[in-house]
């Protein structure tokens, strides 16, 4: 009977004897896997259940998705749990979601196919899923293999340059976070050679065709229409070509070509890795592509909203979210059409609105913002002008300057390099877990910002509440004293006492100028600044992905400095000054809830 579950541990062989990549040794690699399935009765012995293929997240080993395999397979369907290669008991080495690690996903699915019998599975209908690397991984494998049907990429990436370096500045703590814990002396992997030179390249902003073409390869985004593309780049990754299933086929169209995979996106708003902004253009890039992809972005850090489901407790309780029974309505509906009248279409976007009282020690309700296409046109964009120091009432976008108009000399404001800021960012990790578990946000003070090194602009005080959600930018007319620099830019809520509540911030470095190189392509990320030596132009700054409430009384505030503690600087020299515009060419722009116009701040 389908609630009666049968279990089996398996060791993979991952290999094709006769190829030419097998006999080199590229591809041998054993892989620990687990299966959950139906245990079919005598009356039941030709029925067939959907698969679902799981693959471990960085570090962790079978036992991570040992709850939901009991929970999916007494729900129907077959469950096969994999650890990718490199990491605990799976042969190989650690090569970051490259082509090897697709390859041996693709053999998994071969498995599928031979066991089908076993374990009562329907190999016509397959998805793939994971939390973190597992998430990324489950899409890239999508890409590769039409046998895959829909994908769930929870706390994933679909772009790794974004992840690591995104706006060209790199993450310093995830850095070192995903060296260490690669390595077998602290974490339970066996990281490649190949992986800790690109991982430093790209943290000093090298972006050279071969680490380009080494982070498109394991780029969901540069996939979605791999096979009008034909084979994807790498520097030191087998070609595509000598790779697949059979050996001369390229990669997949995930998205294009007829097959419109659904993908399931689940990203957390406080996840420094893999960070909300990237999450929804991630979901732009699929959507435009022509697949059907849902979307959830939750308070909390990398998997913090994936966890309480991992470790059994329901949905219904405090630290949890409507998550895990999203994903399996997700599955019902893309692998058990017909098995039950169809429920509503679920929203485009789902986005967790960040509530003061929201703690894991009080019984809240999470409240979702739920949006039926994204971008909403219930979201619009407002503008917060810079206008010298002083405060402006609010403006519509169409009017000109305040009157009167500022003086020349506050039409520009100089920055200074230096680490003291006065803003505060918080311990990393850490603080975002207190601030979303605890409701305890990270503050700063107004009367406590260097004005050497940083500018606070402060707008009027709000007279209502003012709702945020989506992805908030910054657009700086400046110019520097040298070729490479940082903006650093933080949205907060200022309460009349000076206390400034972070509610986004992001980063955006400067490394090289002129146009973008010409191997770029339009999925890649471009970083260049086209401004000649000496010259001033226009830097954006994005900055995280929130959903919020400006109280009544509070008003909106834009930091800036030239210095991120969590990003690697483009450069960290004392001497360097950089001149932004504040007479009308700078703006904040933040997507507001049923509004539009602006303010100067």
């Given at each position: 009977r389908s609630g009666l579950l049968g279990a089996q541990s398996h060791t993979l062989r991952q290999h094709t004897p006769?190829?030419?990549?097998?006999?080199?040794?590229?591809?041998?690699?054993?892989l620990k896997a687990v299966v959950a399935y139906p245990k079919a009765g005598a009356a039941e012995a030709t029925r067939r259940f959907p698969v679902v293929v799981l693959c471990n997240s960085w570090v962790m080993n079978w036992w991570e998705y040992a709850v939901k395999q009991q929970e999916w397979a007494a729900a129907g369907y077959v469950v096969l749990m994999y650890v990718a290669r490199g990491w605990w008991e799976s042969e190989g080495e650690v090569t970051a979601a490259g082509p090897l690690e697709v390859d041996d996903a693709r053999r998994v699915l071969d498995t599928v196919e031979t066991r089908a019998a076993d374990w009562h599975a329907d190999p016509s209908r397959i998805a793939t899923?994971?939390?973190?690397?597992?998430?990324?991984?489950?899409?890239?494998?999508?890409?590769?293999?039409?046998?895959?049907?829909?994908?769930?990429?929870?706390?994933?990436?679909g772009n790794i340059n974004r992840a690591l370096a995104g706006q060209g500045a790199p993450n310093l703590f995830w850095y070192e976070v995903l060296k260490l814990s690669g390595s077998p002396w602290v974490g339970m992997g066996r990281l490649s050679k190949s992986v800790s030179p690109h991982f430093r390249a790209i943290l000093a902003g090298n972006r050279s065709e071969e680490v380009v073409g080494w982070c498109r390869t394991r780029s969901p985004e540069a996939h979605l229409q791999a096979a009008a593309r034909g084979r994807a780049g790498g520097c030191e990754d087998v070609p595509w070509t000598r790779l697949g299933r059979v050996l001369d086929v390229s990669?997949?169209?995930?998205?294009?070509?007829?097959?419109?995979?659904?993908?399931?996106?689940?990203?957390?708003?406080?996840?420094?890795?893999?960070?909300p902004d990237a999450a929804l253009l991630y979901r732009q890039a699929l959507h435009g592509a022509g697949c059907r992809v849902e979307t959830m972005i939750h308070e909390g850090i990398h998997a913090m909203a994936e966890l309480p489901g991992m470790l059994g407790f329901s949905d219904a309780v405090a630290t949890s979210s409507p998550l895990w029974s999203r994903v399996l309505a997700f599955l019902d509906a893309n692998?058990?059409?017909?098995?039950?009248?169809?429920?509503?279409?679920?929203?485009?976007?789902?986005?967790?609105?960040?509530?003061?009282?929201?703690?894991?020690?009080?019984?809240?309700?999470?409240?979702?913002?739920?949006?039926?296409?994204?971008?909403?046109?219930?979201?619009?964009?407002?503008?917060?002008?810079?206008?010298?120091?002083?405060?402006?009432?609010?403006?519509?976008?169409?009017?000109?300057?305040?009157?009167?108009?500022?003086?020349?000399?506050?039409?520009?404001?100089?920055?200074?390099?230096?680490?003291?800021?006065?803003?505060?960012?918080?311990?990393?990790?850490?603080?975002?877990?207190?601030?979303?578990?605890?409701?305890?946000?990270?503050?700063?003070?107004?009367?406590?910002?260097?004005?050497?090194?940083?500018?606070?602009?402060?707008?009027?005080?709000?007279?209502?509440?003012?709702?945020?959600?989506?992805?908030?930018?910054?657009?700086f007319h400046a110019s520097s004293s040298m070729d490479r620099f940082q903006l650093a830019a933080r949205v907060f809520s200022m309460a009349p006492n000076g206390e400034l509540e972070l509610l986004s911030f992001g980063a955006r470095d400067v490394w090289h100028r002129g146009p973008d190189p010409p191997y770029l392509r339009p999925d890649d990320v471009r970083d260049n600044w086209d401004v000649p030596a000496g010259g001033a132009g226009e830097v954006v700054v994005r900055m995280a992905a929130l959903c919020t409430d400006v109280p009544a009384g509070n008003a909106v505030a834009l930091g800036l400095s030239l210095h991120d503690p969590t990003r690697a600087a483009a450069n960290s020299d004392v001497a360097l000054r950089v001149d932004v515009g504040c007479c009308g060419a700078s703006a904040l722009w933040l997507p507001v809830v049923g509004a539009s116009g602006g303010a100067a701040l």
């Amino acid at each position: 009977r389908s609630g009666l579950l049968g279990a089996q541990s398996h060791t993979l062989r991952q290999h094709t004897p006769d190829s030419p990549a097998a006999r080199s040794g590229l591809l041998g690699a054993r892989l620990k896997a687990v299966v959950a399935y139906p245990k079919a009765g005598a009356a039941e012995a030709t029925r067939r259940f959907p698969v679902v293929v799981l693959c471990n997240s960085w570090v962790m080993n079978w036992w991570e998705y040992a709850v939901k395999q009991q929970e999916w397979a007494a729900a129907g369907y077959v469950v096969l749990m994999y650890v990718a290669r490199g990491w605990w008991e799976s042969e190989g080495e650690v090569t970051a979601a490259g082509p090897l690690e697709v390859d041996d996903a693709r053999r998994v699915l071969d498995t599928v196919e031979t066991r089908a019998a076993d374990w009562h599975a329907d190999p016509s209908r397959i998805a793939t899923a994971g939390v973190s690397y597992g998430g990324g991984l489950a899409v890239l494998t999508a890409a590769a293999d039409s046998r895959v049907t829909a994908a769930v990429s929870l706390s994933g990436w679909g772009n790794i340059n974004r992840a690591l370096a995104g706006q060209g500045a790199p993450n310093l703590f995830w850095y070192e976070v995903l060296k260490l814990s690669g390595s077998p002396w602290v974490g339970m992997g066996r990281l490649s050679k190949s992986v800790s030179p690109h991982f430093r390249a790209i943290l000093a902003g090298n972006r050279s065709e071969e680490v380009v073409g080494w982070c498109r390869t394991r780029s969901p985004e540069a996939h979605l229409q791999a096979a009008a593309r034909g084979r994807a780049g790498g520097c030191e990754d087998v070609p595509w070509t000598r790779l697949g299933r059979v050996l001369d086929v390229s990669p997949q169209d995930l998205c294009g070509g007829g097959r419109a995979t659904p993908v399931l996106l689940s990203n957390n708003a406080e996840d420094r890795l893999f960070a909300p902004d990237a999450a929804l253009l991630y979901r732009q890039a699929l959507h435009g592509a022509g697949c059907r992809v849902e979307t959830m972005i939750h308070e909390g850090i990398h998997a913090m909203a994936e966890l309480p489901g991992m470790l059994g407790f329901s949905d219904a309780v405090a630290t949890s979210s409507p998550l895990w029974s999203r994903v399996l309505a997700f599955l019902d509906a893309n692998l058990k059409p017909g098995a039950a009248p169809p429920p509503p279409p679920p929203p485009a976007l789902s986005f967790q609105l960040r509530q003061p009282e929201a703690s894991v020690f009080k019984n809240y309700v999470p409240v979702y913002l739920d949006f039926d296409s994204w971008p909403s046109p219930r979201v619009q964009p407002s503008s917060y002008r810079l206008r010298g120091d002083a405060l402006a009432p609010p403006q519509a976008r169409d009017v000109a300057a305040p009157s009167p108009p500022p003086k020349a000399e506050e039409c520009t404001r100089r920055l200074a390099y230096g680490p003291d800021t006065g803003f505060s960012g918080g311990v990393p990790l850490l603080s975002p877990f207190v601030s979303a578990a605890a409701g305890v946000q990270i503050k700063s003070y107004r009367r406590a910002i260097n004005s050497s090194s940083a500018a606070l602009f402060v707008a009027p005080p709000q007279a209502a509440p003012l709702r945020v959600c989506g992805i908030p930018n910054a657009t700086f007319h400046a110019s520097s004293s040298m070729d490479r620099f940082q903006l650093a830019a933080r949205v907060f809520s200022m309460a009349p006492n000076g206390e400034l509540e972070l509610l986004s911030f992001g980063a955006r470095d400067v490394w090289h100028r002129g146009p973008d190189p010409p191997y770029l392509r339009p999925d890649d990320v471009r970083d260049n600044w086209d401004v000649p030596a000496g010259g001033a132009g226009e830097v954006v700054v994005r900055m995280a992905a929130l959903c919020t409430d400006v109280p009544a009384g509070n008003a909106v505030a834009l930091g800036l400095s030239l210095h991120d503690p969590t990003r690697a600087a483009a450069n960290s020299d004392v001497a360097l000054r950089v001149d932004v515009g504040c007479c009308g060419a700078s703006a904040l722009w933040l997507p507001v809830v049923g509004a539009s116009g602006g303010a100067a701040l």
